[in-house]
């Protein structure tokens, strides 16, 4: 059954993965560029008149805060561009539709590439970070970390991309959702610093959550096990709503 | 070739198990119906066309009948098997080529192919030689490396229908399937829809070319305003309305027409136009029971309009 699943999310992946080994140098050029944007203005621009930060330089704070940032950045807007580009201008979404596949896969094929997207661009941030800083402590709680904050923010490309019908309605959601999230989220200042009422709305978005398990697994801090679990949670219900439409030929 | 094993022709007359049968389908968008209970009987072996004008409902029938989209009201059998309670087991046996080219543009045409495979469950051993043998056939052998965005038109759909061939699909849908296509491209894909439907597979197609309809169908449906108006084969239409046609010109160069079931009778009301060169005596077509049933639409002061 659990090899079926892997299977099945291979076959509904195998489509995005050709493009993905078609287009590796300017898929990643894409996803690194800000990110690397933010390293320079944050880092050096903003960084040298920064004191420490939480007990740690300014520059290690920073770091774990811009890849848990590129986990949204990278893995969203690819995925949600894509699958609404499926749905309703090449309508090849129908083609997996009408396959003997289940929903289940197809949800987690589609975020599948979001996933590896995710994981190439951050890989590639840390091994920039470990140059720029010997604070950073790579482990396999990062790397799980980091794995899940690229799903479930994958898995909301999907859900948006469901619920799209114009590529207005995920320049909007971006606008609106994203790009606030990245930037008051936790990743470049920490949330205390906010307005009580910024903190309360930031609390309420996952990015927030991802921050911190991988600013603390990074930083060899004490893991906060609860918001690797909300993250998580996050993604469980971004699945089920998905599931929901998909099942129900609501997209 | 394409078709495992079921190589020898089918006369449609042989074969009446209706592969498809769906009994007063209803699809509403709020309050526009774009179907209104419209019967579909299509037997195995035949190719039946759906034939109607822009926006008779012919795109929303085949979506109900792929499983894509839930009628609103109506019952929906494919090869036996109910629809929604049973769209799984109707998928593995049904293809479906959209009228809007749905392939990924930005691979190789020989990746899309595989990638349906893969996503139909054909067993990965078999992919790449039904890939290499449908492309052979299909003439797709030299554009296998070519990304999709590449070719022309008629390549695009030829693509489209390699990739619905992948799992040897019983029964084959075709959304307008030579819609902007050029007349060689058009032959070929025709030539193309025969020689599979002569090797077994049922072809339920959709059309507003009337030439498309009568040289490929079994049997058509005239579809208008999302009613079924009239269903026979092509001749058993013709005949319907008179065989026979009379055209001649009415007021203000409106072309008339009328229709005879008898020769005789047809010569005679020729006889009233005297020497007029412009009354036309001939076979009904096709296009006089399509325009008959969904209506001749006449700007009567057409010139009077342009020229204000």
């Known amino acids: ?251 | 070739m394409l078709s495992s094993g079921e190589n020898t022709p089918a006369p449609y007359q042989q074969l009446c198990e209706e592969v498809i049968r769906a009994e007063k389908i209803v699809v509403k968008f709020g309050e526009n119906v774009a179907v209104d209970h419209v019967d579909v009987n299509v037997k195995r072996g035949e190719i039946y066309g759906f034939l109607g004008p822009n926006g008779a409902g012919k795109t929303t029938t085949i979506r109900v009948l792929t499983t894509l989209l839930h009628p609103t009201s109506g019952d929906v059998t494919v090869n036996g098997f109910k629809i929604p309670s049973e769209n799984k087991k109707i998928r593995r046996m049904i293809g479906f080529v959209q009228q809007m080219i749905s392939l990924d543009k930005d691979i190789s045409v020989k990746e899309n192919i595989i990638c349906h495979g893969y996503l139909q469950k054909v067993p990965k051993k078999d992919i790449q030689i039904r890939m290499e043998r449908i492309s052979a056939v299909l003439g797709l052998t030299p554009f296998l490396n070519y990304t999709v965005i590449k070719l022309s038109g008629g390549w695009k759909r030829k693509t489209a229908i390699a990739c619905a061939l992948m799992h040897d699909p019983k029964i084959l849908f075709l959304d307008e399937p030579t819609a902007g296509l050029d007349t060689q491209s058009r032959h070929m894909l025709w030539d193309m829809i025969r020689q599979l439907n002569s090797a077994g597979t049922t072809i339920f197609l959709t059309t507003h070319y009337i030439e498309e309809a009568e040289n490929l169908c079994d049997r058509v449906a005239i579809l208008n305003k999302g009613k079924r108006v009239a269903l026979g084969s092509p001749k058993e239409l013709c005949d319907k309305i008179g065989r026979f046609a009379v055209e001649y010109d009415g007021d203000n160069h409106v072309r008339k027409y009328r229709y005879f079931s008898d020769w005789d009778d047809a010569k005679k009301f020729v006889a009233t136009f005297g020497d007029s060169d412009s009354v036309l005596l001939r076979r009904t077509t096709l296009e006089d029971v399509f325009l008959e049933m969904t209506g001749r639409e006449v700007t009567t002061d057409f010139v009077k309009v342009v020229r204000i």
């Open chain 1, 1 to 251: 059954m659990i090899l079926s699943f892997f299977d099945e999310t291979f076959r509904v992946s195998l489509q995005d993965l050709y493009y993905l080994k078609r287009n590796i140098l300017s898929i990643l050029v894409t996803i690194l560029v800000t990110p690397l944007l933010y390293y320079v203005s944050f880092c050096y621009g903003l960084g040298s008149n920064v004191n420490d930060m939480e007990g740690v330089s300014y520059i290690a704070f920073v770091i774990p805060g811009v890849v848990a940032l590129s986990t949204l950045t990278s893995c969203f807007s690819s995925i949600a561009n894509k699958v609404l580009a499926q749905r309703i201008y090449y309508t090849s979404f129908d083609e997996i539709i009408l396959c003997p596949i289940s929903p289940s896969a197809v949800i987690f094929g589609k975020a599948l590439v979001g996933l590896i997207k995710g994981m190439l661009g951050c890989a590639i941030l840390l091994i920039i970070g470990l140059i720029m800083t010997d604070g950073l402590h790579i482990s396999l709680l990062l790397i799980a970390s980091i794995a899940l904050s690229c799903m479930v923010y994958s898995l909301l490309g999907v859900l948006v991309g469901f619920l799209s019908n114009s590529l207005t309605t995920v320049i909007m959601f971006t606008s609106v959702i994203i790009a606030p999230m990245t930037f008051l989220c936790g990743t470049v200042f920490t949330v205390s610093s906010l307005p009580v009422g910024l903190q309360y709305a930031v609390s309420a978005l996952p990015l927030t959550y991802s921050t911190e398990c991988i600013r603390a697994s990074a930083l060899g801090w004490s893991f906060p096990v609860l918001s690797l679990v909300v993250v998580a949670v996050f993604g469980v219900a971004f699945f089920l709503i998905c599931y929901y439409m998909l099942s129900r030929g609501k997209i």
